[in-house]
């Protein structure tokens, strides 16, 4: 039975580690990783900052959502942030707010 957990939980990693790979792939191929990182400000802020600050509130995915879309700037600093639709698909932008604020 243990084996069969741990069979189970190894293969779970590797699926998390597989998706979280397909999303920054996602990230490199609409440019997104040419301002931003995962754990290290570019320049704009790592993903892992944008979880960290977004943590609890219910209404971000919405919120990032319209922000990556439209654009925006003075929430991170100075530097604004392109609208990054029509170039990157809606499902996409979906996809990769949803990643990371999961991070």
């Not at 069979?7 to 397909?22: D, E, F, H, K």
């Amino acid at each position: 039975m243990k084996a069969i957990l741990m069979t189970v939980a190894a293969a779970g990693s590797l699926m998390l580690a597989a998706q979280a790979n397909a999303n920054e792939a996602l990230a490199q191929k609409s440019g997104c990783l040419a301002c931003h990182s995962v754990s290290q400000k570019v320049l704009g802020p790592a993903y892992k900052d944008i979880a960290a600050k977004y943590k609890g509130d219910k209404g971000a995915e919405a919120k990032l959502i319209d922000k990556v879309k439209k654009g925006g700037s003075g929430v991170w600093g100075p530097i604004p942030m392109p609208a990054m639709s029509p170039q990157v698909k809606d499902d996409d932008i979906k996809t990769l707010v949803q990643w990371i604020l999961k991070l």
